[in-house]
């Protein structure tokens, strides 16, 4: 019923920007991302699937460490997105990234960490060139 559509993604230099969208699509507008911790996960090649932030219900955010002071997780409740705007982008940072969903009021105690999340995007690429 609910779908998150990622959008967004495209190849950059180093240093460049993107921002990222996540729309979860078949629910009713405004309620979606305030019911549910939220974010995003990368998928480098070859690599492990790892949090590179969240959006906590009330708001507040964590972000990774690779990703501080560059990626900022950011939401729109009244249009049920979630963005990710990431800045001073690095060749490392190339990978797949998937906008995540918790499941409906439960408060996430560790929010990078994929197995707590109950719904997922299909992802979108972002490729850094150095």
């Known amino acids: 019923q609910v779908q998150l559509v990622e959008s967004g993604g495209g190849s950059v230099q180093a240093g460049g920007s993107l921002r990222l969208s996540c729309a979860a699509s078949g629910y009713i507008a405004g309620y979606y991302t305030i019911q549910r911790d939220m974010g995003w996960f990368r998928q480098g090649p070859g690599g492990e699937r790892e949090g590179a932030a969240a959006?906590?219900?009330?708001?507040?955010?964590t972000h990774a460490d690779p990703v501080k002071g560059r990626f900022t997780i950011s939401k729109d409740n009244t249009k049920n997105t979630l963005y990710l705007q990431m800045n001073s982008l690095k060749a490392e940072d190339t990978a797949m990234y998937y906008c995540a969903a918790g499941g409906p009021f439960i408060w996430l105690t560790a929010p990078l960490r994929g197995s707590q999340y109950d719904y997922w995007g299909q992802g979108t690429q972002v490729s850094v060139s150095s």
């Open positions: 959006i906590q219900r009330d708001g507040s955010t």
